[in-house]
């Protein structure tokens, strides 16, 4: 898949799914390490996790055009979105912006 087609507004590159917890703030900054908040810097609070939607069947490697009955396109949908919801990871997070 590319950038962008799992529906992530923020991609966190080199941390893991697990780092975040729901309910607890983490900051986004261009600042280093443990310098002071700037009014630049980001807030957010993480809400719940993601899960995936119909709306990623509309992705042309999971809508094949070559699958021609809509049944079979339905059932591949599904199957791909009911694997998406069972490997934490492959998701994200919903967060709120605080700052």
């Known amino acids: ?13 080199g941390v893991d ?3 975040f917890t ?9 600042q280093p390490e443990g310098a002071v908040a700037s009014p630049d810097d ?10 995936a ?5 509309k992705l042309p490697y999971i809508n094949d055009p070559s ?3 809509p049944k079979e396109k339905i059932a591949r949908c599904k199957l791909i979105i ?11 997070w919903y967060a709120k912006i605080i700052h």
């Not at 807030?43 to 719940?48: A, F, L, N, P, Y």
């Not at 009911?82 to 994200?92: F, H, I, S, T, V």
């Open 22 to 30: 729901i309910g607890k703030t983490y900051r986004f900054t261009s």
């Open 1 to 13: 898949y590319r950038e962008g087609d799992l529906g992530e507004n923020v991609l966190v590159d």
């Open 42 to 51: 980001v807030m957010i609070k993480i809400t719940e996790p993601m899960e």
């Open 67 to 69: 699958i021609e009955q």
């Open 82 to 92: 009911e694997a998406l919801n069972q490997m934490p990871g492959l998701r994200g």
């Open 53 to 57: 939607c119909a709306n990623l069947c």
């Open 17 to 19: 799914f697990d780092f």
